[in-house]
């Protein structure tokens, strides 16, 4: 008997779950039904709306350049070009073998093989032409350079002559005609950081030192000893015959994607009147890409003579030749 009514209890338990089981599926069910096709739509736009967002955030933020190299572009091979930007004509490092810099004021340079440069000026060729000639020697941790140029002032003192301007060449005085060479040894060091990835680094800073000597060849002599304007005053020796020492410093900044400054002094000793004075140029580049750039600064002279002291400087530039390997990775290996 008292078996039966174990079994019977036992029977009755398991119903019991049964029951209850089916009870808490049909509940689920009326708790879990379907969302309206309102709330379908809703959600759907919430959606979209949250995935435009975030592309509109991505394309921003990687529309120019690259996450991993703040200086390179997005989808674009390795360069360099943001180096010459830093790497002014001023110092010590030279364009790269079939690269050009091409600008209006400052001069033209074409890189050459063995570490050589040659440059002119487009602007200063009517007035005063010249060319120069590059040539880096060292470039471990510090770079040493020797620039050797030649020039002319006599077009622009015949045209101060005959245009009647005596601010450029005095009047009741013949215009010699003239030559003058440069020599001149650059020091540069650089400073850099490294990028993002933290397999390379950037030059953020380049310190300059130069030396240099001219030595002016006039055919005939005249007694004129100085010229009129200041700029051309310390100049003189070179324009009528005579010799001008200089030494300068310069320092090159990246400041940040766009942006470069260029700080200059130089002394100045002229085989003249003028004797020792003293000069000051400061430039402020502006590259809205990886070649072209813009550049607004003004330069200074603090010698004795007419005109302004301190002249507005405006140049525009482009760079020209690939910047990628020029061999492969394997074969530069």
Request: aromatic residues 14%; positive net charge; hydrophobic residues 40%.
């Amino acid at each position: 008997m008292l078996q039966r009514i174990i079994i019977i209890i036992f029977l009755l338990g398991l119903c019991s779950v049964s029951v209850d089981a089916q009870f808490f599926k049909i509940f689920k069910k009326k708790k879990d039904k379907a969302p309206t096709e309102k709330q379908m739509q809703k959600s759907e736009e919430k959606r979209k709306k949250e995935f435009l967002k975030e592309e509109e955030k991505r394309k921003a933020d990687s529309i120019r350049f690259n996450v991993f190299n703040p200086l390179q572009e997005m989808g674009e091979p390795i360069k360099e070009i943001n180096s010459e930007f830093i790497w002014t004509y001023e110092t010590a490092h030279v364009v790269k073998p079939k690269h050009y810099e091409v600008t209006i004021v400052t001069p033209i340079r074409v890189g050459l093989p063995k570490d050589m440069e040659i440059g002119t000026s487009i602007l200063g060729l009517p007035f005063i032409p010249t060319v120069f000639l590059k040539k880096m020697w060292w470039k471990e941790k510090i770079y040493i350079s020797s620039r050797h140029q030649i020039y002319s002032y006599f077009p622009l003192l015949y045209y101060g002559k005959k245009s009647g301007n005596a601010n450029i060449f005095p009047v009741g005085y013949d215009v010699p005609q003239s030559v003058a060479v440069k020599n001149e040894l650059i020091v540069s060091k650089s400073f850099k950081k490294p990028l993002k990835c933290g397999g390379a680094s950037q030059t953020y800073a380049v310190y300059t030192a130069g030396l240099s000597i001219d030595y002016g060849f006039a055919n005939s002599a005249v007694e004129l000893n100085s010229l009129p304007n200041r700029f051309l005053n310390t100049r003189s020796p070179l324009a009528l015959g005579g010799y001008m020492a200089s030494m300068r410093v310069q320092a090159d900044y990246y400041l940040n994607r766009v942006f470069f400054l260029t700080l200059a002094a130089r002394g100045i000793y002229s085989d003249n009147d003028v004797g020792f004075t003293f000069e000051h140029n400061l430039h402020i580049k502006y590259a809205p890409n990886l070649r072209l750039y813009f550049n607004l600064g003004y330069w200074t002279n603090f010698s004795s003579g007419s005109g302004s002291f301190i002249i507005p400087v405006f140049d525009i530039g482009y760079f020209f030749g690939s910047k990628g390997r020029a061999t492969g990775l394997f074969n530069a290996m």
